[in-house]
């Protein structure tokens, strides 16, 4: 019991990371701030409803929130309509703020508005872009890696684009790969074995590849990000899973690459064969409630299937070097061929670590005795 009471109290205690948080100030027809006023924050998805009262200073704020849904914002003071502001939504990793103005009236008597979108975000001086659903659902994913698109942020380079020899995550504004953090629902995704080199396909730092089916809201935070996030300075990576609602979701996918649709190898034009290469990728989702307004679930799986093949390709002598050998031409090449790989001629100094001696050439200008000749120094 002391334990899961200490872990209670210590959760407050992680990075808020993976949540948006609502702000705003409530004044009165001239301007006034209004002390005490009663605020309730309604989510339209989940049913949850938190509340709170107005500061002295006339401020209200609801920290935590989930970017689930939109979010209904009622305030019903004493001596003052009811001001309803319907269809928040919140961001990840962002402040959204909604100031209201009341106005004289009943409590009973209501004032209904819509939100708008927030266009200018004044409380962060962090940059960050939103990579939204659009963005997963419209663009080519071979990888199926949360991490893939990175690379749309103004200033981010792929490791390997940067001339780095090893894929720790893309060099974001000037940094060196390896600096970003990757955040799940606030919690570290940090690849730290190897340096956070990828140990599997997907963005390299990040140690968990996320299904983009489970992905609500998948943020990437630069230019100096805040204090709550830590650990790193180049970028930090925001990612928001699922949640279930009050309502059933669902989903079934297929992605299917077959050799019908790929170039064939080369090498297989060249011998006449037919490369064989099928992948497919398939899964799917569902999510609901439990209880009603209260516990809800979210589940996604995936599956990936590759079936290749294609020649094996080797060395070995062609028409032309065997006539070339024969000819007594190949013998006259080597044994004048000084000053580059050894004094005398490179074969030997490659097969034995030695230069030629004088003559090894001459005894037989036939292939198989040359090469067997060589090979037993």
């Not at 003052?80 to 319907?86: E, L, N, T, Y």
């Not at 009943?106 to 508005?113: A, D, F, L, Y």
């Not at 005795?369 to 037993?376: A, E, G, I, K």
């Amino acid at each position: 019991m002391a334990v899961l009471v200490t872990l209670a109290l210590c959760a407050t205690a992680f990075a808020q990371g993976g949540t948006g948080e609502l702000t705003g100030l409530v004044t009165d027809p001239s301007g006034a701030v209004i002390q005490g006023a009663p605020v309730t924050l309604t989510n339209s998805a989940t049913g949850e409803e938190r509340t709170t009262t107005t500061t002295a200073a006339g401020t209200y704020r609801f920290p935590a929130l989930q970017v689930v849904g939109s979010y209904t914002l009622t305030i019903s003071p004493q001596g003052f309509k009811s001001a309803i502001v319907r269809d928040i939504v919140m961001s990840v990793g962002t402040i959204v703020t909604r100031d209201v103005k009341l106005e004289i009236g009943k409590t009973s008597e209501q004032v209904s508005v819509e939100a708008g979108a927030q266009l200018v975000q004044t409380e962060d001086s962090s940059l960050s872009q939103n990579v939204d659903r659009q963005v997963w659902t419209n663009m080519p994913l071979e990888a199926r890696s949360q991490n893939e698109f990175l690379g749309l942020v103004a200033g981010a380079e792929p490791a390997t684009e940067a001339n780095l020899t090893e894929d720790r995550g893309p060099a974001v504004n000037g940094t060196r790969s390896g600096s970003g953090n990757f955040m799940v629902e606030g919690f570290s995704n940090n690849d730290l074995g190897q340096g956070g080199t990828a140990a599997v396909y997907g963005g390299g730092g990040a140690l968990v590849t996320i299904s983009p089916d489970a992905i609500q809201e998948y943020r990437v935070i630069d230019g100096t990000p805040a204090a709550e996030y830590g650990q790193a300075g180049g970028f930090v990576t925001d990612t928001v899973l699922k949640s279930g609602t009050n309502q059933w979701h669902g989903s079934l996918f297929e992605y299917n690459r077959i050799q019908a649709l790929a170039a064939n190898s080369w090498f297989s034009n060249a011998v006449g064969e037919q490369d064989h290469l099928i992948r497919n990728q398939f899964g799917g989702s569902v999510g609901g409630p439990v209880v009603k307004d209260k516990t809800f679930f979210y589940f996604t799986t995936e599956f990936h299937r590759l079936r290749t093949s294609n020649p094996l390709t080797g060395a070995t002598f062609t028409t032309d070097f065997t006539n070339f050998v024969n000819s007594g031409q190949f013998e006259s090449f080597m044994e004048s061929d000084t000053g580059q790989l050894s004094p005398t001629g490179g074969i030997c100094f490659i097969l034995t670590g030695a230069p030629c001696p004088a003559g090894t050439l001459s005894g037989s200008a036939t292939l198989g005795p040359v090469y067997q000749q060589m090979t037993s120094v």
